[in-house]
């Protein structure tokens, strides 16, 4: 048993000053990655500061005259990716949400949660292995161990565990912005490509969130990538399962099929969301049925990968799934986005 104390903030200024109380406390919103992680041992929080009376931290408002989507960082998955705006203008940001957890879940999780999601690799929870990400020094079982679902892309000798999310893979494909409060910088706008770090030297940093900043909520701009996106989940089964790879693309076609724009981001296999830039500066200017100019385009998403002793199957899984995503995508049938008062 691990003794903490709970309050419950009603406002932010009243959230921020209790978190700079201890260098261990933690905000609660929807519980589902913060309790699990308190009771499997990487978390040890003296203090948990309840978020969820916060009502500045609620809202899914989309401008259609800007095309600007704003989420509140305490909005519940199920929520956000069953809302029509979302599903029309933004409909991997859609897919993205209801593809992950359970049903069960989806309705508990917040989105800023989501995005700060810990790794599911087996040597960070299980406090009996020696995992750097946990503790710093001790080393990292999984390199030598059971690896299959871990990092193939921006590891390093002290870690390679991967990122488990599905949201922020979408969400760094159509270049959300991820907005904070309550950091040693204050207020700060952050290009969600730029949330997560990689591990290097020093896995147990995740994010670059000091300690008591606050997601306050997320925006998104709407283009003809964001409607035109599809993200696709590659898991060992279909409900329940986080993802071995996945792939977040969005385009903007021409009539005749030229890539005017692009984006993808992959999943499942880095310690962050991979936005995969390179290939993207491949593709633009160069036709979706052009195979081997896409062939190209999956060799620069991928490369410096290394696959691990269990795990090479995972880059044979990625270089199926974005032709398969990108393709998906360019099949999609826009029809213009959704004007104020329309109803389907």
Sequence with gaps: MHPFRYVAATDIPEALAHMAESPTSRFLAGGTTLVDLMKSGPEHPSLTVDINRIARLRGIHFDNNSGVLRLGALEKMSDVGA?????????????????????????MASLGGNLLQRT???????????????????????????????????????????????FAVALAALDGVVHTTGGKDGDRSIP?????TLPGEHPEVESVLSHGELITHITIHRTQCSMRSHYLKVRDRSSYEFASVSVAAGLDLTEDGTIRDVRIALGGLAAK?????????????????????????????LDG????????????????????????????????PRVEGEHV
């Design 305 to 336: 990968a290394r696959a691990h002793s269990q795990n090479g199957f995972k880059i044979t899984q990625a270089r199926a799934a974005i032709p398969r995503a990108l393709h998906i995508a360019a099949e999609m049938v826009l029809d213009g």
């Design 273 to 301: 969301p991979w936005r995969a830039m390179q290939a993207e500066d491949i593709l633009r200017g160069r036709r979706i049925d052009d195979a081997a100019v896409v062939s190209a385009a999956v060799a620069a998403a």
């Design 120 to 166: 599911r690799c087996l040597y960070f929870r299980d406090h009996t292995f020696a995992c750097n990400k946990r503790e710093p020094g001790m080393g990292c079982s999984a390199i030598g161990g059971v690896n299959r679902f871990l990092a193939v892309l921006g590891t390093s000798p002290s870690c390679i565990a991967n990122y488990p999310g599905d």
């Design 83 to 107: 809302d029509l705006d979302v599903r029309m203008n933004f409909p991997a940001i859609s897919e993205s949400l209801l593809f992950a957890a359970s049903g069960q879940l989806r309705n």
């Design 192 to 196: 969600a490509v730029d949330l997560h």
